[in-house]
């Protein structure tokens, strides 16, 4: 059984990442980035990432900001990524808690036997799909492709991006659910529990980290647009 005071402290951070998300949207309101993508990827990262991307959009980001290290663009290209798996997850673990049937068409009964593999198999084909069509519309523009071209472009960008963030944030989540959660609560935790919510704020925070090195090389290569 999960503690209340977990709970609760669960539910504060899920809070706070929320308010982070309306402020960073009204910031958008208020000071529309030149990269359009960028007016939905800091409300969707600030939802993991809280106060400390609040910091970071006003000192690297914001009104102002200038002399940009690339160190910073690289960490702004890496929420770019963070984004769609944000969305994609969103989404994705909400419909495998609720609508759970939806798994088998992602292997659950065929290939996996367990539902928690399936849910990420739908959740890195709806992520890839969701980052790829955010990196068409960070890359096409800038560099004036056709549709055909940008969608290239675009997934050759992505693909390792995503992946790479994907294999932090299923890192610390496959071990929450199979070694944090049953120790410390003696059950697993699903998407109906905000302590699960608050688990992925973590794992999110282990997917940029595991996702900065590829997009610093995505990036230096050309690959990748700076933002």
């Known amino acids: 059984m999960i503690p209340p ?4 402290a669960a539910i504060g951070l899920l809070l706070l990442g929320l308010a982070c998300a309306v402020y960073m949207a009204w910031q958008m309101l208020r000071h529309p980035p030149k990269m359009a ?14 106060p400390v991307l609040v910091w970071f959009y006003h000192r690297y980001a914001g009104p102002g900001a200038e002399d940009v290290p690339f160190a910073a663009k690289v960490a702004k290209g890496t929420l770019h990524c963070g984004a769609g798996c944000t969305l994609a ?11 759970p049937s939806v798994l088998t068409f992602f292997g659950l ?6 539902e928690i593999f399936a849910a990420w198999t739908m959740d890195y084909v709806f992520a890839l799909l969701t980052g790829i069509v955010f990196q068409y519309f960070a890359i096409a523009p800038m560099r004036n492709l056709s549709v055909g ?4 472009a675009a997934a050759k960008a992505d693909i390792l991006s995503l992946t790479s963030w994907q294999v932090g944030m299923y890192g610390f989540m496959g071990l929450a659910h199979f070694v944090l959660f049953p120790a410390f609560f003696g059950t697993t935790v699903d998407a109906g529990s905000p302590v699960f919510w608050a688990a992925m704020q973590l794992a999110m925070l282990a997917g940029f980290v595991t996702a900065y090195s590829p997009n610093w090389l995505l990036i230096r290569s050309g690959l990748k647009e700076e933002m």
């Open 89 to 99: 997850d969103l989404v994705c673990e909400n419909l495998a808690h609720y609508v």
């Open 37 to 50: 993508v960028m007016r939905f990827v800091w409300p969707l990262c600030a939802l993991f990432a809280g």
């Open 5 to 8: 005071l977990v709970t609760a």
């Open 149 to 152: 071209a940008g969608i290239k």
């Open 109 to 114: 009964g065929t290939i996996f036997s367990t």
